[in-house]
């Protein structure tokens, strides 16, 4: 029975192909075991102990002693225990179970235990531009650099901003490699020339891995870089040849609506008179330098009215008028007219 018994103590330290992994488990002696291409449970022991994997979907638990733990191919979970380990997952999607003495490798899909940096993205200002996509640069950082793979979500919302008309949609997925610590978000903004306020879209990070959401909301405003090319208000003034031009400049500066002319024409055969025309309908756009033109024609009747904001902070603006009338009165045909006119109109408020 000594004989025995001393063939198996010479044994422990020998990994024989014939041995199942339960068996090596239940080893209290210090060295390497090495697993099988089966899914095994491999157990250290109290001293410094390395664990091989290999094949299957294994489970390895250093427990104490400053351990080596590595997978190899196949999901497997890593448990290091007490004392500083080494962790290595191999091919597959691993799960490690780790403390802040340990090294784990960069290959570790999820790892519980290790104090985990935090995901910030700040706020950003970026000027609209007047035409195409001006990008807004969103800084997504990590408080601290990882020796793991970080991965985060991203997507924008609206503020008062609307994607489709004022920015670009954009979400997707930043991987941060180990060590790294900075990511650009790259939001096109959508530029144009009206007159409008300040607009603001949001920037959200969410389902970090190997990391946790610290400041996970950025806004992003888009500043106006547009000038009015007229001071928005009620505006009146003479006509020359007689009467009145009232219209008002939208709260954007950029059109004219409620054209009213009241005017005096010249008739022949002979006669005057005094009558009034108003422009409905879509509104006037005023040109990027101030000028407009508001031609018409209706039964009877063509108008040319044109003119141009000269000093858009005294709201002053001036043009030319003519209109032509043909009309049935009592019998008699008149053609009235205007004549080539000028005008002035004056901000009111």
Partial sequence: MRYASHRLVGLSAVVLPWLTAGFLASSAIAGSVHGTPRSETLRGTANPDKLYGNGGNDKLYGLAGNDYLNGGPGNDLLVGGPGADAIVCGPG????????TDKVAADCETVHGLPQPALSVADVLQAE???????????????????????????????????????????????????????????????DTAMEPDETLSLGLSSPVNAQLGDA?????????????????????????????????????????????????????????????????????????GSFVADGSGTGITVS???????????????????HESLDDQGTHYECDTGSSNWAAAWRG
């Fill in 305 to 323: 009215f044109r003119g141009a904001f000269k000093n858009v902070d005294l709201g002053l603006a001036f043009g030319t008028l003519q209109i």
């Fill in 217 to 289: 909301t950025a806004t992003g405003t888009i500043t106006n870089d547009d000038q009015a090319t007229a001071k928005p208000g009620h505006y009146h003034g003479p006509i020359s040849s007689g009467g009145f031009v009232d219209f008002d400049v939208s709260a954007d500066g950029n059109n004219i609506t409620n054209l009213t002319l009241i005017y005096f024409v010249t008739c022949q055969p002979s006669g005057s008179g005094t009558d009034t025309a108003h422009f409905g309908g879509d509104p006037i756009p005023i040109q990027p330098d």
């Fill in 93 to 100: 999607v691993d799960v490690v179970m780790a403390d802040a």
């Fill in 129 to 191: 531009g007047n035409a195409g996509s001006q990008p807004m640069s969103f800084i997504v950082t990590l408080a601290k650099a990882s020796p793991l793979r970080v991965t985060v979500a991203y997507a924008t919302t609206d503020g008062t901003a609307t994607a489709g008309s004022d920015y670009t949609a954009t979400s997707g997925q930043l991987v941060f490699a180990p060590g790294e610590t900075s990511k650009t978000v790259a939001v096109p903004i959508i530029g």
